[in-house]
């Protein structure tokens, strides 16, 4: 592959144009953030989406590695003196790292093996002979051939050392055969089937674990990738034996169909150094490749999972103007308490002691009753960890014995421990106990889930599955584009903003993020975008990154509360003076309605004609210019509150359910229905067509109605179905 090519050949893998891809890679090469790309030059993309974008992203770095190792590989094998025409056009119609290196293998310097031990003895002539035979050996020996190969100084000291020598040499060229291992890659991965057994070694505990993987097989190609880790994580902990069957015969056969010459000197060597080309070096190599790719694939499948959760997760509404009590619940030391008014500034905090004796509980009723009364509280969050059932009884109790109005909600306090002992938490709330940041933190997840989520190791937050188990590193990109694209995606308040959440926005580095907000701090809330250029090391190019993605409400440009870029201002008062729009009227709330009717009779098409606009911005300034201010998230649906608990004693299968997705897997989604545990849907029981993944129908997040298909009390879980639910009228 040329260098020149790759925004073809990235082209052609998305169905857009080459002009549309090398004109986002100039983007990024000159230092562009995807986000903005994706938001502020629609005219220059064609408008390629945040996702188009970010895998040409991906596949320009692979692509452009892929030409740099086509040129090394190159070089070596030219700095050998064999480079052919034949190899140098073979390694330029690569596309694939994997190509290269099949083709690279025969010249790449090993360790010492058989073969190489064989050649040192002089034997590379003879394995030559017996692949090629000229003419003038076809009626030899191979006795006779060898014996002018017995050296006794070189360790040759008989005909059956360097036959045995030049078998080995076969078998190495064999398997470094590109062309061969084109052809088996398919053939095996088609066939072969992966079979699994539990090691006796194992403990008890690990022997239940991996219980149903006990003399298991499946055809690799249709291994869905949870159970390919699932397999690895029973391999690594030594629970599990795993291996690859084929029909070994039938592709010895092949390899002897292919290499074995017409006639043939000794067709029995040929064979024997086929067959041990196959199960010694071949195989296994292609054994692990095949590994390395179901585990690949599953590792990028679980990823893209853990990544569409996550944003779901970050994007979930978020409940303003309550003043939430949080309870992060504990057995021994007790259920730590803080209360957070409207903006989650701390007005107050504590101890309750809801699971010890009745006195003890009866004063934390009081003490919870009494702090109600006197700061107003309108929710109380309470964690899902440890004795949380028991403290979400007490709650609808109280709720329930005095009459209260106020509702509650169970949040996901995964990630809450690790933030309350980080130094980010001990920065922000240095006169606080570690307990009570992580109930701190609950309450915040309520008010705004993007702002306090976005403090945490996204690892941490646990909404995948086996994120322990794949490529941290990967896992760690995709997870950081993720968060720069939900943050993004609802852009911040300047004058609110925590440098935790500034320094997602495209282009703030962590260090300008702190910048900004001790900026802030010295001299006052931001009257409007381009005074963010008085911010040490905030010039103008992270000015124009950044800018669009930072509202300043009730400032001195009504623009500035908008998603319209600042580059763009002068379009957008052209378009208001076009439709007769004041800027009181994007100014005050309660224009709203008639703003939207006249934005609404617009016609984006004629609008940029006659302003010599591009299309794309036009519409996205009408967009902006109906709400300004609106934050995305408040037209997703609210999280579900209640008022009184639901036992798992009271549930029968039949029962209808209203739920809020927890997280979803490859197998199904988990659901929660207001108890411990989450019930789960399996992907059987999603919809009643077929459904190829779970994402497909279903998101984190969303709130759906469920029937109750088993419980099982022993062991704690519920089955649920939504595809039984009947269908209203």
């Known amino acids: 592959m040329k260098i020149e090519n790759i925004a073809a050949v990235i082209a052609g893998e998305l169905s857009v144009k080459p002009k549309q891809v090398s004109a986002t890679a100039e983007l990024l090469d000159g230092g562009a953030t995807v986000p903005f790309i994706a938001r502020y030059r629609k005219e220059v993309t064609g408008e390629l989406d945040e996702t188009q974008i970010r895998t040409i992203e991906e596949r320009l770095t692979y692509l452009r590695n892929l030409v740099a190792r086509q040129e090394e590989i190159r070089n070596k094998i030219d700095g050998q003196g064999k480079l052919t025409p034949e190899l140098a056009a073979a390694l330029e119609k690569a596309t694939k790292l994997q190509e290269l290196e099949d083709i690279y293998l025969p010249y790449k310097e090993k360790r010492r093996t058989r073969a190489t031990i064989a050649r040192e003895k002089g034997l590379a002539p003879l394995a030559e002979m017996l692949l090629t035979p000229k003419a003038a050996d076809e009626n030899r020996a191979v006795g006779e051939i060898a014996a002018d190969y017995i050296d006794e100084e070189k360790g040759v000291s008989s005909t059956d050392d360097a036959i045995a020598g030049a078998a080995d040499i076969i078998a190495e060229t064999i398997s470094e055969d590109s062309g061969l291992r084109k052809l088996l890659r398919p053939l095996l991965w088609q066939n072969a089937v992966i079979t699994t057994a539990i090691d006796e070694a194992a403990d008890d505990e690990l022997k239940q674990t991996f219980q149903m993987y006990d003399n298991y097989s499946e055809p690799v190609r249709t291994l869905p990738s949870h159970r390919v880790l699932a397999i690895n994580r029973g391999e690594k902990k030594d629970a599990l034996k795993v291996k690859l069957e084929v029909n ?57 999972v853990f990544g569409a959760n996550l944003r779901r997760i ?19 030391t007790g259920c730590k308490m803080a209360v957070v008014d409207e903006t989650g500034h701390i007005i107050d ?22 702090l109600i009364k006197k700061h107003g509280i309108t929710l109380i969050a309470i964690g899902n960890g440890t004795a949380s059932y028991e403290t979400e009884s007490f709650v609808a109790e109280l709720i329930k014995e005095n009459k209260l109005t106020l509702r509650y909600l169970i949040v996901n306090e995964a990630g809450a421990s690790v933030y309350s002992a980080s130094p980010l938490a001990k920065e922000e709330m240095p006169e606080y106990d570690v307990t009570i940041r992580g109930a701190v933190s609950l309450a915040r997840r309520v008010q705004d889930p993007l702002a306090e989520l976005i403090k945490i190791e996204p690892k941490a937050i646990g909404v ?6 794949v490529n941290q590193k990967e896992l760690t990109r995709v997870l950081d584009a993720t968060i720069e694209s939900a943050v993004n995606h609802v852009g911040c308040d300047l004058n609110t903003a925590s440098p935790s959440l500034l320094s997602h926005i495209a ?3 962590s260090t300008v993020a702190k910048n900004i907000t001790k900026y802030r701090n010295e001299h006052g809330a931001f009257r409007k975008r381009r005074e963010l250029l008085k911010v040490p090391r905030l010039g103008e190019a992270t000015f124009t990154q950044c800018a669009g993605f930072l509202r300043i409400a009730g ?10 870029h600042p580059e763009s201002y002068p379009l957008a008062a052209a378009i208001m003076e076009k439709l007769n729009i004041s800027t009181e009227e994007i100014s005050d709330p309660s224009q709203q309605a008639f ?11 004629k609008l940029a004609q006659s302003l010599n606009a591009g299309l794309p911005t036009v519409r996205d300034i009408l967009d902006a210019l109906v709400a300004p201010g609106r934050d995305v998230r408040d037209d997703l649906p609210k999280p579900i509150t209640r008022q009184s608990i639901v036992k798992l004693s009271d549930l029968k299968a039949g029962t209808i359910m209203t739920g809020v997705v927890q ?4 197998f199904g989604a988990f659901v929660d229905i207001g108890l411990k545990k989450a019930g789960l849907i399996h992907i059987s029981e999603l919809s009643r067509k077929r459904v190829k993944h779970p994402l497909d129908v279903i998101a984190v997040g969303d709130i759906i109605e469920v029937m109750v298909t088993e419980v099982d009390e022993k062991r704690g879980r519920i089955g649920l179905s939504k595809k039984r639910v009947p269908e209203s009228k």
């Open 248 to 304: 070994h015969e039938e592709y010895i056969q092949r390899i002897i169909d292919k290499f074995l010459p017409s006639p043939a000197i000794d067709s029995e060597i040929i064979k024997a150094a086929a067959a041990d080309s196959y199960k010694r070096l071949l195989f296994p190599a292609l054994e692990r490749e095949i590994r390395g790719r179901l585990t690949e694939a599953a590792e990028a499948q679980a990823i893209n």
């Open 314 to 332: 970050l994007l979930a509404a978020p409940l303003r103007g309550y003043v939430v009590m949080a309870l992060d619940p504990g057995y021994r």
């Open 464 to 469: 995948g599955q086996y994120q322990h188990d």
């Open 349 to 370: 905090h504590g101890v309750l002691y809801v699971t010890h004796s009745d006195a003890k509980k009866k004063q934390s009723g009081e003490k919870v009753l009494s």
């Open 663 to 666: 997280n979803v897997t490859d």
């Open 555 to 564: 400032g001195e440009e009504p623009f500035d509360n908008t998603p319209i």
């Open 595 to 605: 703003l939207h009717t006249k934005i609404k009779r617009a016609e984006p098409e």
């Open 507 to 509: 282009g703030i580095s």
